[in-house]
């Protein structure tokens, strides 16, 4: 069932043993392989039948590795050997072929990327191999692949066209080709892997390289089996929840029979409510049915109030209509009558309105002497008042030179006015630019008292060092975190710690910065275990190098095991403990003291570096300690004791170098900057000061020019009203004179005359105009007597006419009301039916909701109750205060009940868990079962092939071995878990040992573990169907055994 031994053709690489070779007599020629004509020609020759399908016919390589180019072709079926020095390129052969043939320089532990497999000083290189018998028999097959620098992929190419790394490595597959299994591709640094090889990836390897099909089908029972386990472990599970629903469903009856007892009383409880309410429903329906008959008999006793009403109304209109025709007769006899009246009444006023004109005309006529006599006076009178006007005129204007003077003054005064006005135009300009440098005085002013604000407050000046430092930055920007996000912290968070913190003066400023970590300055300070987390989660969320620290409030703070302030420390220099220089609330002070040991921290004065010796003696005899530190100006001690002997006591001193983030100069200005503020303010208020006193002098200036402008105004106006004056009186003159001229012609005889003649032919035309009215007076009067005699006949006609329409109205109104009244009935039965209606529908809505399965109920209806709904209807009273009793019966049965309305709940919804259970259980283990039949059957027929091949591989180890005097075996071990099955691998290398498992409890050397690897790699020689393999450097054998080994394979 084996391919045969000549088809299998490794080609091994192997380098020189550990010996050390003889010394040649000449130098050997380099084994890089640089050109053709370098490598030793054959003189052996195979035939093709020797060779297996994708054994290696030839490999070039350009500039790959320690290669320019070289050419590796033609090898034998059988052992081919390549030898060398170190460092002459043997490896790098072995790389060409991982590459090449689709896997990576990680196969070898050469390198990582293209760019390790690429030769130096190069940009490119390519690797090129021939398998024999690749295509089809007779054709061979061209794997290439080219390589890039700064390039991450290999570019495949087969028989000269580009393919894909995955397309390369199917096809070599096909060929049997495994470039990363240890059984056929061995490289230099994963020997120590191969030989470290667990039992169970021997197996799995030796499958892979001589069974592959078996290692398929071992992978599918492997994925099998564990299938099984997990369906098996849930059916235990689902079989444990059934006992347990099956065990609480026991417990649960009794409760269930309570719970039912109480469901039957509240379903009798419903029906009895439900006959009331359909019982209720009824009987408005009846109402119902009552009030819809009325409504029917009041409908038809309206509609024979409304025929009688149509039948009176018909002679009614008939009527009207002819007293609405003697209306119309009389209204136009009246109509008549007013014309005729009006049209005398007119005549007559004409009449008289002629008479009154020709008695004015008359009048006219006889008063035209007295308007002349007037008008005489009146010419006389204009006359004399132009002669006075003339006169005034002369006297003011007669002066030619008085009108150039108002003008010569008018002129001055506006040059005046223009000047002025100009000079309060410039003063305005300067106080705009004034304003602007005293606006900018007073910005510079409250700038720098901003600044001075700034250098005075300690805590902004904290903060400015803080931005200066990354985890300042950071802590400043939590700290703002933290306050957006109060919401989700129980108590108070305070951070960073240092900003809560003070010194009492510089000198413990310095004391403290250095006492205090940074990192515990700039950490934070929680009071709940919650608070610290959500803050913790965020910190490490957003990758925040700062410290979160808990502390329970409250905590008396630890107290000294001396007293700093005792006479005998006093005097000896000690000031007090530095905890009593730290300003802070009481958490942080407790925190501090407590975390830093301030309460063990000495502050001395100067002097008392020189007894520090004296006070390490006094406080380890009087107060029985030995650690504590000693601040001082310019240097820091301290004493600890030492952890490998109870009197062994170390003294350290080092200098004191604050870095002041927190205290002291931190919070402090440097004076010199405070200085130049301050000048800069007090500068900025003495310019500000004379910019007001300038801003003073320029309101005064411009008030003096607003008077000048003001004054030069009131010259301007009383000129200009001189000069009106005169024009004025010249315009009165020119008025009189016409005036005069009009009443002289007016006061002349002929007006007279004329006007005398005009109202005598007015007169005459009165006079005709009114002869002729008086006729038509006459004829109105005629007309007007003929009009009244037709209007009493009119009348006559509409009163016969209106005696006859108010008897057939009368029996109409009576045929009216008796319609209102049937309407008002029916409106009022249709009211009640509708009210009887909407009660009889919410009754059987609400008794519907309650029972519908006694709708049927109805004595009116044609279906009527049936079966379980009748037998339970008559089982009820029928007299609703017998129903009421038995409802009150029911409520107090069901009051004293003590069933639970879960435990039904619970019975229920465990018999579904419990069928759906019991039938999940029911298909697990049809199916577990099925499933274990089939691993079985197919681990039945997979066994026996992979026990052959572990038995034909023990056998010829066996052999190999006795060659040389030992003994080995290779065996299966089976399991009941088909993932646990392995290979084992037993030798024993001397008489005095047993059979052994090799590399087991550390027994094998490194070379005997070589020996047997190659020994095992031999032993696959005539099954494994791989066309070649390959072994870079086993140099740990002995160089016997070397040479036994290599004879085997030759």
């Known amino acids: 069932s084996y391919p045969p031994h000549s088809r299998a053709s490794p080609v091994a690489i192997v380098r020189p043993l550990s010996r050390p070779p003889r010394p040649p007599a000449r130098p050997p020629p380099p084994a890089t392989m640089t050109s053709v004509d370098a490598k030793r020609r054959r003189t052996q020759s195979f035939s093709n039948e020797q060779y297996a399908a994708g054994a290696i016919c030839r490999v070039t390589l350009h500039n790959f590795m320690s290669y320019s180019d070289a050419e590796l072709f033609d090898p034998g079926p059988r052992l081919n050997c390549i030898v060398g020095p170190n460092g002459t390129g043997k490896s790098s052969i072995v790389n060409a072929l991982a590459i090449g043939l689709g896997g990576t320089l990680k196969l070898t532990e050469r390198g990582t990327s293209t760019d390790d497999a690429i030769k130096s000083n190069t940009q490119d290189g390519f690797v090129e191999i021939e398998l024999r018998d690749g295509n089809a028999p007779g054709k061979n097959l061209i794997v290439r692949c080219d390589l890039q620098r700064r390039s991450p992929k290999c570019q495949y190419s087969l028989d000269g066209k580009k393919v894909t790394n995955k397309d390369v490595k199917e096809r070599v597959h096909k060929l049997g080709i495994q470039i990363d299994n240890l059984l056929q591709f061995l490289p230099q640094d994963r020997v120590a892997a191969f030989t470290q090889m667990k039992s169970t990836e021997l197996l799995h390897e030796t499958m892979k390289a001589t069974l592959p099909d078996e290692y398929a089908e071992f992978e599918e029972l492997k994925k099998l089996s564990e299938h099984t386990m997990e369906m098996e472990r849930d059916r235990d599970l689902k079989k444990r929840e059934l006992d347990r629903l099956c065990q609480l469903q026991e417990n649960l009856k009794a409760d269930v029979e309570r719970l039912k007892e109480f469901q039957a009383l509240q379903k009798k409880q419903t029906d009895v409510n439900a006959k009331l309410l359909w019982r209720k429903a009824f009987t408005l329906a009846a109402e119902h049915a009552a009030k819809k008959e009325a409504l029917k008999t009041a409908k038809d006793a309206r509609k024979v109030a409304e025929k009688a009403l149509a039948e009176a109304e018909v002679p009614l209109r008939r009527e009207q209509e002819h007293e609405k025709a003697a209306a119309t007769a009389q209204s136009a006899s009246n109509k008549a009558k007013s014309e005729g009246m009006a049209a005398k009444d007119k005549a007559v006023a004409d009449v008289e309105t002629l008479i009154t004109k020709t008695d004015d005309i008359a009048d006219k006529i006889s008063s035209t002497e007295e308007a002349h006599a007037q008008r005489v006076d009146a010419a006389r009178t204009a006359k004399n008042k132009h002669t006075v006007a003339v006169a005034e005129l002369a006297k003011k204007g007669g002066d030619a030179e008085n009108e150039t003077a108002i003008a010569a003054k008018l002129a001055a005064a506006e040059v005046e006015s223009r000047e002025a006005v100009t000079a309060k135009d410039d003063l305005h300009e300067l106080i705009r630019d004034h304003k602007r440098r005293q606006m900018v005085a007073t910005n510079n002013l409250a700038r720098a008292e901003q600044q001075l604000k700034g250098l005075d407050d300690a805590n902004a000046l904290r903060n400015s ?258 000069a009106r004056l005169g024009r004025q009186l010249a315009i009165r003159v020119s008025d009189l004179a016409e005036s005069a001229e009009a009443a002289q012609r007016n006061a002349a005889p002929a007006y007279k005359d004329k006007e005398q003649a005009t109202l005598r032919a007015d007169l005459s035309k009165l006079l005709d105009r009114l002869a002729a009215k008086s006729t038509e007076v006459a004829s109105a009067h005629a007309k007007l007597a003929l009009i009244e005699l037709d209007a009493q006949c009119a009348v006559l006609g509409m009163r016969q006419a209106f005696i006859r329409t108010r008897a057939l109205k009368d029996s109409t109104e009576a045929a009216l009301a008796a319609r209102n009244l049937a309407i008002r009935d029916e409106d009022a039965i249709k009211a009640a039916q509708s009210r009887a209606q909407n009660l009889m529908n919410k009754a059987v809505e609400v008794a519907f909701d309650s029972a519908p399965h006694f709708a049927d109920a109805n004595p009116s209806s044609s279906v009527g109750l049936q079966g379980e709904f009748l037998q339970r209807w008559d089982d009820l009273p029928e007299d609703d205060d017998a129903l009421a009793d038995e409802l009150e019966e029911v409520k107090k049965k069901i009051g004293t009940s003590s069933a639970d309305m879960g435990s039904i709940t619970v019975f229920n919804e465990n018999a579904t868990k419990i069928s759906a259970l019991e039938k999940s259980v029911s298909e697990f283990e049809n199916n577990a079962q099925n499933q274990a039949d089939d691993l079985a059957s197919r681990r039945a027929a997979w066994e026996p092939k992979v026990n052959e091949m572990a038995i034909h591989v023990s056998k010829k180890f066996g052999e190999y071995f006795t060659a040389f005097n030992c003994s080995g075996e290779v065996g299966l071990k089976t399991c009941s878990n088909i993932k646990d099955y392995a290979l084992e691998i037993r030798v024993k290398w001397r008489s005095s040992e047993e059979l052994h498992v090799l590399a087991v409890g550390g027994r094998d050397s490194g070379g005997e573990r070589s020996v047997a690897t190659m020994v095992y790699l031999i032993a696959l020689q005539d099954i494994n169907p791989c066309p070649f393999r390959v072994v870079d450097e086993i140099n740990q054998v002995e160089i016997i055994a070397s040479y036994f080994l290599l004879s085997l394979w030759a």
């Open 465 to 722: 060092k803080l931005q200066q430092d990354a985890d300042g930055r950071a802590a400043l920007k939590l700290r703002e975190w933290i306050q957006k996000n109060a919401s989700l912290f129980e108590e108070e968070v305070i951070g960073p710690v240092g900003l809560d913190c003070e010194a009492s003066d510089a000198e413990g400023a310095k004391y403290l910065e250095v006492a205090i970590p940074k990192q515990v300055l700039t950490g934070f300070l929680t009071f709940t275990a919650k608070d610290r987390v959500i803050l913790n989660k965020h910190v490490q969320d957003n990758k925040i190098n700062l410290n979160v620290y808990r502390f329970e409030r409250n905590q008396s703070a630890p107290r000294s095991p001396f007293d700093a302030h005792a006479p005998e420390l006093q005097q000896m220099g000690v000031a007090g403990f530095l905890s009593e220089r730290l300003k802070a609330s009481k958490d942080v002070t407790s925190f501090l003291v407590d975390f830093n040991g301030l309460h063990k921290m000495l502050v001395g004065r100067a002097g008392l570096n020189e007894k520090v010796t004296q006070l390490q003696n006094l406080l380890s005899e009087k107060y029985r300690t030995d650690a504590f530190t000693l601040y001082l100006p310019t240097t820091v001690f301290s004493a600890t004791k030492s952890r490998y002997g109870s009197q062994a006591v170390s003294t350290q001193s080092r200098p004191l170098r604050p870095r002041p983030l927190f205290f002291g100069p931190a919070a402090l200005a440097d004076p010199t900057e405070r200085t130049r503020v301050q000048k800069l303010v007090d500068d900025s208020q003495a310019a500000a000061s004379a910019l007001a006193t300038t801003q003073h002098e320029l309101r005064k200036a411009e008030v003096a020019a607003d008077a000048a402008l003001s004054d030069i105004r009131q010259r301007k106006i009383a000129i200009g009203n001189e």
